[in-house]
């Protein structure tokens, strides 16, 4: 027997019960993103999953109303929040963020996941900005590695009858990936994976997805995925940890120089994503993005890269390539090299090490700024799903 308790109207309450379990809501924590519900009604909001007697776990509990005033839109979240929710079943790594199981309940549709304590990269980098230090060659390899590892696991996952699932995250930037009090790194939010799951719904049109400030070349401008689109996005996350520069800023080049480069082709295909990104109502920096993605240069690599290690430079120039063919060939040959540039350092380094120097960047830069340091912001994934967020059909290369 099931019994819902409206979630999304009704704060404070035992969200539902199935089963002998139930959810409650936990109202020690701040409910920042109850609160922030969208316009279709989608709530997140953390809990405790418990028994009649006692609370067992901390859980992050997403929830969707039955019904809405746009009604299709809202059966295209349910079927996209459905979906990650059933990719999950085949994620089973200490690295990446489990999801627990989907409910429905009295046409109320829950997706319960585990509730990740951490800081999340963007932060630590924030933080290490405001510290004006920064973070460590070693910080850099040792958090690739791990997500190197997430993706890897990822990338090669099967179904039932042994077919590759071909999942792409999509979306790994800082924002992403936690880091815990004890060095654990966590790669969360798989909402919007490309992935081969029967039954999956088509999407609207063709657009980037995520963040696109760490969006592949190829996701940018409209062209064809696979596992190396998030290696070229983990390569543009470790250069912003290490130098706190970006590929893709165009503070010292003039657009107009950059598109009198481009050829004809070239400059259609720009025009032709730009448009995309304008009707997807992606943000204003993200014609910027495609614009760059068409044109940066190997040079530009390498002189982002210069003043670092060689290790971490060589990783770097490995992975930030235009081509998918000129990049590291899987994300387990990449977790291979960083764990052997780490080595190369000299001296230890693992997750001790890097809980401490995240610990040393946060209140370094809160005793020097004045600022409070945030104790749980990996508390609540940091995205809604909307009903753009919806993945194509079997067979189908993802946008």
């Not at 067992?56 to 349910?78: G, Y």
């Not at 994503?273 to 390498?302: G, N, S, W």
Request: proline share 8%; aromatic share 6%; charged share 25%.
């Amino acid at each position: 027997m099931a019994t819902s308790r409206q979630s999304w109207s009704v704060p404070g309450v035992i969200l539902f019960s199935h089963g002998e379990l139930s959810y409650e809501v936990d109202l020690t924590r701040p409910l920042v993103e109850e609160l922030a519900q969208s316009r279709l009604g989608e709530r997140t909001v953390p809990a405790w999953e418990r028994t009649h007697a006692k609370r067992l776990r901390e859980v992050i509990v997403r929830s969707l109303p039955p019904t809405a005033d746009e009604p299709e839109a809202l059966a295209r979240m349910r079927a996209r929040l459905s979906e990650e929710a059933r990719l999950a079943t085949y994620l089973q790594h200490p690295n990446i963020a489990r999801v627990f199981g989907r409910y429905e309940v009295q046409g109320v549709l829950y997706v319960v996941s585990e509730r990740v304590e951490g800081t999340s990269l963007n932060t630590v980098l924030s933080y290490s900005q405001m510290r004006e230090v920064l973070l460590s060659p070693a910080f850099c390899l040792y958090v690739g590695a791990e997500i190197a590892s997430a993706l890897h696991h990822a990338h090669t996952r099967q179904d039932e009858h042994g077919a590759p699932l071909g999942i792409v995250h999509r979306d790994v930037n800082p924002a992403r990936i936690l880091l815990g009090s004890e060095g654990g790194v966590v790669l969360t939010d798989f909402a919007r994976a490309r992935s081969l799951l029967p039954g999956r719904e088509p999407t609207t049109f063709p657009r980037p997805q995520g963040d696109v400030f760490y969006c592949s070349p190829e996701a940018l401008l409209g062209e064809e995925l696979d596992a190396r689109s998030d290696l070229f996005s983990l390569g543009l996350m470790l250069l912003e940890l290490a130098t706190w520069r970006h590929l893709y800023n165009m503070a010292h080049v003039r657009p107009d120089d950059l598109e009198e480069a481009l050829t004809p082709a070239v400059k259609e295909q720009v025009l032709e994503a730009a448009v995309t990104a304008m009707e997807a109502e992606l943000p204003d920096h993200a014609e910027d993005c495609i614009l760059r993605a068409a044109t940066f240069t190997a040079q530009d690599v390498e002189e982002l890269t210069q003043p670092l290690p060689p290790p971490l430079r060589s990783i770097l120039r490995g992975l930030l390539q235009r081509e998918p063919e000129d990049r590291y060939p899987s994300a387990a040959v990449l977790e291979m090299d960083l764990r052997e540039g780490l080595a190369a350092l000299g001296s230890p380094y693992g997750a001790s090490e890097a809980s401490e120097e995240m610990f040393h960047a946060l209140t370094g830069a809160s005793m020097n700024q004045r600022v409070a340091v945030p104790t749980s912001e990996g508390l609540l994934p940091p995205h809604m799903v909307t009903e753009e967020d919806i993945i194509t059909k079997p067979g189908e290369t993802g946008p």
